[in-house]
């Protein structure tokens, strides 16, 4: 049976903000300014809105149904998140396709053992589904000896030969919209060389948007063990860009 | 400057691995009080870690603007792949019915082996224990291919027993074979229930085995 939550916890970071944010220049630590550090408030527990606890019991609905046997409201719970599942898969394996086949056998999997499925978050449950399937691939794909680290960069690179469109809106200046492509495509490429479990929470926690609890469901490790791996992951995750863009711009450290 | 870091000791790496791994849950505003305190406190006072932490911050934010994918097409499951996925009722009663008859022909056979069931073995076993009966028998009928000396062996099926052996006048076989033509109506009976049990349990596993839900086809159909 699905508890209902009443209220949220805040999260400081705003997930997938698709607006002109103007590119950060560098990451380098030296030219960050003092400014200042003092974070907000105390987390705040504010009601959800009367739209999204609507939408919840709607969800709660379809997934009843479907669990009693109807084709229809699976198909319209698979509407409601292909595209997170999609997005999930697509950053932890860097591939267009290799993603969409993991979708598609994510859904296959979850009509399967719709019985199985107990209560709680059903996109924590779709999301684990999803993250089990993406790390078999990837260990398929480590056991292939034609994969160097190039191969896969190059298959990030041209996509895995499907054809990407972002959503995001056009109206930004062209020169901005670029460098920011550029920085963003970075990151991305970035992301895949992280190792597994870190950039899983990574994913999970700074583009999926999910809670700290979301994620312990998905994962099913202990909160200490998310925590870490998300500070080590953001970390490394920098270091690796710092990296890319020296040798980007020819900077040499002393 | 990596390498003068390194020569004046490991009070920088000290540092930082006593600070460093407390920003990202400063970020996410999860640090529980007392080490936030502490952590805020230093950070009044230390550039470093100011710098540390804004950067970090920047590259949370980066991925927060990570564009969404579109997906590239529909993941909806079509009736035919949502058939094939889940097993119907009739494929689940084929495989109780061919498990069923399977364990009812494994008894069956154990039976038989144990010779329960009254078939001929039992009075044969029966004739060859009974020490007077043995030796007339030895000596008056000429020794069939598929008997052996002691007579046991002429106890398997009926067919086996040659005319000549029936014909002597041997008071062992003349009395065994009344007691045969009973039994041997019994065990044609379970003869054939045999062959029904192995029949059923043949066709319900080819049955289920043509049911069995495989994995659909990726595209829809």
Not at chain 1, 135 to 148: C, E, F, I
Not at chain 1, 150 to 164: D, F, K, Q
């Amino acid at each position: 049976m699905q508890v209902t939550k009443l209220f949220k916890t805040k999260k400081n970071n705003e997930p997938l903000i698709t607006g002109s944010a103007v590119p950060e220049a560098a990451f380098s630590a030296d030219s960050a300014p003092a400014e200042d550090f003092l974070a907000e408030a105390p987390p705040v527990l504010e009601l959800i809105r009367p739209e999204e606890l609507a939408e919840n019991a709607r969800l709660d609905k379809l997934v009843a149904s479907a669990q009693k046997g109807s084709l229809e409201a699976f198909n319209e719970l698979v509407t409601c998140y292909e595209q997170r599942v999609y997005n999930l898969s697509y950053r932890l394996l860097g591939d267009g396709e290799a993603a969409a086949d993991a979708t598609q056998d994510t859904f296959f999997q979850a009509y399967r053992a719709l019985g199985q499925y107990r209560g709680g978050s059903f996109k924590s449950w779709l999301l684990r589904i999803a993250s089990n399937l993406c790390y078999d691939q990837l260990r398929v794909r480590a056991r292939r000896p034609s994969s160097s680290l190039e191969a896969l960069l190059e298959e990030a690179e041209e996509g895995g030969g499907a054809v990407l469109s972002y959503m995001e809106d056009e109206g930004s200046d062209p020169q901005d919209h670029a460098l920011r492509h550029e920085l963003l495509r970075e990151v991305g490429l970035a992301l895949q060389e992280l190792p597994y479990e870190q950039r899983l929470v990574v994913v999970l926690s700074d583009v999926q948007g999910l809670s700290y609890d979301e994620i312990v469901e998905v994962t099913n490790s202990s909160l200490g063990t998310v925590k870490s791996r998300l500070s080590r992951g953001r970390l490394k995750l920098r270091e690796i860009l710092q990296k890319n863009r020296e040798l980007l711009l020819g900077e040499f450290r002393p | 400057m990596n390498e003068l870091r390194k020569i004046t000791g490991g009070r920088d790496s000290d540092h930082s691995n006593e600070w460093l791994p407390l920003l990202s849950e400063y970020i996410d505003k999860r640090l529980e009080a007392a080490l936030r305190l502490r952590l805020e406190r230093h950070l009044s006072e230390c550039r470093e870690c100011r710098v540390q932490l804004a950067s970090l911050r920047r590259t949370v934010r980066a991925l927060n603007t990570l564009p969404e994918v579109r997906v590239p097409r529909s993941f909806t499951i079509s009736p035919a792949q949502a058939r094939s996925l889940r097993p119907r009722p009739l494929y689940r009663a084929s495989q109780f019915a061919a498990a069923v008859a399977a364990a009812f022909l494994l008894i069956s056979f154990v039976l038989d082996f144990a010779g329960v069931l009254g078939s001929q073995n039992a009075t044969s076993i029966q004739a060859s224990f009974n020490p007077t009966v043995e030796a007339p028998v030895v000596g008056t009928r000429p020794p069939a291919p598929t008997c052996a000396p002691d007579g046991q062996n002429c106890a398997f099926g009926a067919a086996t027993l040659s005319p000549a052996d029936k014909a002597t006048p041997d008071p062992t076989t003349v009395a065994a074979v009344p007691t045969v033509a009973p039994d041997k109506a019994d065990s044609v009976v379970f003869r054939v229930v045999q062959f029904m049990l192995a029949l059923l349990v043949i066709v319900a596993a080819a049955f289920a085995y043509s049911l069995r839900p495989r994995a659909p086809t990726r595209f829809k159909l």
